[in-house]
């Protein structure tokens, strides 16, 4: 499976965007997807996680009540809306898969190791 990450870009803090993930030789259905992001000197960090359609969705505590996750209805791409941006979320972004498929409906995959298939990095700027 590939994926392709895009809809960065530069925003006034305060502002909005909509992150996509989408998928190619593969379809999401019943596999987690999750968001990560980076920043250079740090480690990449957990974002947000649905584990599957109807299955439970994790945020960190750092973006909860501010973006959300969800998937367009075909399995193919997976959302991340981010409203109220601070200049503290300035940082790249990824998406990720696993190779298995989620079988704990409440499971909440938010370490990198548990994560096989990455897209590239989409770039978010929040200007203060």
């Known amino acids: 499976v590939q994926l392709q990450a895009s809809g960065g870009g530069l925003v006034q803090a305060g502002g909005s965007l909509r992150l996509s993930c989408a998928a190619s030789g593969r379809t999401l259905n019943s596999y987690p997807v999750g968001w990560f992001r980076e920043t250079p000197g740090k480690e990449r960090e957990f974002v947000a996680v649905?584990?599957?359609?109807?299955?439970?969705?994790c945020y960190a505590e750092s973006v909860k009540g501010r973006f959300t996750i969800s998937r367009d209805s075909a399995e193919k791409i997976v959302y991340l809306q981010m409203n109220n941006l601070k200049p503290e979320d300035t940082a790249d972004y990824y998406c990720?898969?696993?190779?298995?498929?989620?079988?704990?409906?409440?499971?909440?995959?938010?370490?990198?190791?548990?994560?096989?298939?990455w897209g590239q990095g989409t770039l978010v700027t929040v200007s203060s």
């Open positions: 649905n584990n599957r359609r109807g299955g439970s969705t």
């Open positions: 990720a898969t696993r190779a298995s498929r989620t079988v704990l409906t409440s499971a909440c995959y938010n370490n990198l190791e548990q994560y096989t298939y």
